[in-house]
């Protein structure tokens, strides 16, 4: 798989995660994230890797 189409799934999924994340937001009726000043939209989350047994 060259650079170019690793980086062009980075970005489907990357879309497809915001959907989905909109989605539910609008689902809950939450407020947007920019109207809590506490979360940083730039914030980079650590995700754990699972373990094999």
Sequence with gaps: MTR???MKMQRRMQR??????????IA???PPPA???TLD???TV???RA???
Aim: charged share 40%.
């Design 4 to 6: 170019y189409e690793r």
């Design 16 to 25: 497809r995660i915001r959907l989905v994340v909109e989605e539910r937001r």
């Design 28 to 30: 809950l009726a939450l």
């Design 35 to 37: 109207a809590d000043p």
């Design 41 to 43: 939209p730039e914030t």
């Design 46 to 48: 650590e995700i754990p």
């Design 51 to 53: 373990t094999q047994p």
